[in-house]
């Protein structure tokens, strides 16, 4: 579900791993202010840029 494009909305509540987080798979959460991936679907999660200014994959995806 976090690895297709259609399903991550603008405003979405989301987690997101960071790229300096991903061997401790640490987890972010925030609102999705800008949706980075162009392809429609990414095996390792979809990037998007949160209303904090964070960049990172979706995870998981709170609300929407």
């Known amino acids: 579900m976090n690895t297709q494009r259609k399903n991550i909305k603008l405003n979405a509540q989301v987690e ?4 300096q987080h991903q061997q401790s798979g640490e987890l972010t959460s925030g609102t999705v202010q ?3 991936t162009k392809s429609a679907i990414h095996p390792h999660g979809i990037k998007v ?3 904090s200014g964070e960049v990172g994959r979706v ?3 709170i609300s929407t």
């Open 34 to 36: 800008k949706i980075l």
């Open 49 to 51: 840029m949160l209303k």
């Open 16 to 19: 997101i791993v960071k790229k």
């Open 59 to 61: 995870k998981t995806i």
